[in-house]
């Protein structure tokens, strides 16, 4: 119980600290106009106010992460806990905040154009081709998985193929009207239910004082249970997440002012770090040790894993309530998924998207894809999730450091984990059976070189970077409208 207490505490505090000198070292502008104001076109560029964004940027960057990430963690043991704090004030807080500030000073841009000007030309069709299917990923998994769960909920009485359809269809619209008409108005709603949810379930295993693992070098973790470098692909979003970049940019579109990027882009992934910490601790405690949890899991995925705990600590209407807290997670990530892929590929075609024709046309065969991959096993598409999910976390930080490094700034603190993560991200694929299959030895030593390589690569386009002074930020001299 004191190492989940203490996790939660030091999360809290890495906002008041870290992120205050993340916030410094990066220098906000604030009488410098947002995209919001600047590039306002009524549907995806408009001023909303600062409780409102936060709200949409922690649904959208949640999704199942940080809850059934942290219970296939919990099979870890403690040591899963050391990751999301670390993992969430150093890495995951970072690396959100840098994308969502540097897309602000940068006309709202998506991650394929951020790496276009600070890592390359050739960067942006392959940060491009990653996104867009990560992003297919995300929403065709975010269909399935909150579908099922419904579908448990219900005790079957609704066929599964048409709360999938329902789901679909929000999904389409969601993507094609403005951010203020469905998501800007339902958002606070399914915020408030997501956070009652987890807060009821976080408060319910410390009053009934489950036997949460403390953390000790007797009790590192399970025994056989490897930890580099699953662990840090199996708890992604609570910690860190390439996702993330993919969602920010929507926010960065509809923030007013800069000083508010520290409460929306580190602040709320804060609290998904919290969120990822209360879903281990239940994973550790409620099913008498590893053994029991990986029972169930085996028997119905983290999902029963859900709604067995909900319904033991806050009983049959309160554990409803939070099974339905945790539904929320995967569809508002899942439409803004969608959206996110719609926004990339208008951006690297250059299709303005006032026009609904223009939407359209973008967005339909994004979902008739979708729609074919909902039929492939969900095991199979989370793997390649996964890896592909933390590449992007990879770019997203060295694009960080990349814009800080030519503004002469601490570029150490994206850099750091960002060369933590390149080396998992290398060895993952090396060794695992949807990569090359090699040894654990080979794939080590793989990782090691490929990131040496790409390292020294870094560097020397940094290095001339600099000496060209590459802009860091779009040109808006002349506009004197600000928040």
């Not at 249970?225 to 940019?249: K, M």
């Not at 960080?400 to 570029?411: E, F, H, P, S």
């Not at 940094?462 to 802009?471: E, G």
Request: aromatic share 12%; net charge positive.
């Amino acid at each position: 119980m004191y190492t989940f207490l203490a996790g939660i505490a030091l999360l809290i505090i890495g906002y008041f600290t870290y992120g205050k000198f993340v916030e410094k070292m990066f220098g906000v502008k604030e009488n410098r106009a947002t995209p919001a104001f600047v590039n306002n076109d009524g549907v995806d560029y408009l001023p909303m106010s600062t409780p409102k964004n936060s709200l949409i940027q922690l649904l959208n960057i949640a999704g199942t992460g940080p809850v059934y990430g942290p219970i296939l963690g919990a099979l870890y043991g403690p040591v899963a806990f050391i990751w999301i704090v670390v993992g969430c004030i150093f890495a995951g807080a970072v690396h959100d905040y840098l994308t969502g500030m540097i897309s602000i000073r940068n006309r709202g841009a998506h991650l394929p154009e951020l790496a276009s000007r600070f890592l390359g030309k050739v960067m942006r069709h392959v940060v491009n081709g990653f996104a867009v299917l990560l992003l297919l990923l995300v929403g065709t998994v975010f269909v399935t998985t909150p579908a099922a769960l419904l579908n448990v909920l219900m005790n079957g009485k609704v066929a599964l193929f048409i709360i999938i359809a329902a789901i679909f269809l929000y999904y389409i619209l969601a993507t094609l009207l403005p951010v203020d008409k469905v998501i800007g108005r339902l958002y606070p709603y399914f915020g408030a239910l997501l956070l009652i949810s987890a807060l009821g379930v976080g408060v319910g295993l410390v009053v009934t004082g489950q036997p949460i693992p403390e953390l000790s070098f007797k009790n590192f973790h399970p025994a056989g249970a490897s930890i580099f470098p699953l662990l840090f692909f199996t708890i992604s979003c609570g910690a860190l997440s390439g996702f993330h970049a993919t969602q920010t940019p929507i926010i960065s579109r509809t923030t007013q002012n800069e000083k508010e990027g520290r409460k929306i882009f580190y602040g709320m992934m804060i609290t998904e770090g919290v969120i990822a910490m209360i879903w281990a601790a239940a994973g550790m405690s409620m099913f008498h040790g590893y053994n029991g949890l990986q029972e169930v899991i085996a028997a119905g995925g983290p999902g029963a894993v859900v709604s067995q705990a909900s319904t033991t600590l806050l009983g049959a209407i309160g554990g409803t309530l939070a099974v339905l807290g945790v539904v929320v997670l995967p569809i508002t990530s899942g439409d803004t998924a969608f959206r996110s892929a719609r926004m990339i590929i208008a951006e690297y075609l250059n299709i303005a998207q006032k026009k609904l024709s223009s939407r359209l046309w973008i967005a339909v065969p994004l979902f008739v894809i979708s729609a074919a991959l909902t039929q492939i096993d969900f095991n199979i598409l989370w793997r390649y999730f996964n890896w592909a999910n933390q590449s992007t976390a990879v770019i997203a930080l060295f694009v960080g450091a990349m814009y800080l490094y030519i503004a002469k700034k601490n570029y150490f603190v994206p850099l750091i984990p960002g060369t933590f993560m390149l080396l998992m991200v290398i060895t993952y694929i090396l060794n695992a059976p949807i990569g090359f299959g090699l040894s654990v030895t080979v794939s080590w030593i793989g990782g090691a070189i490929g990131t040496i390589i790409l390292l020294a690569l870094f560097f020397n386009a940094a290095k001339k970077a600099r000496a060209n002074n590459l802009p860091l930020e779009e040109d808006i001299s002349g506009w004197n409208k600000v928040a």
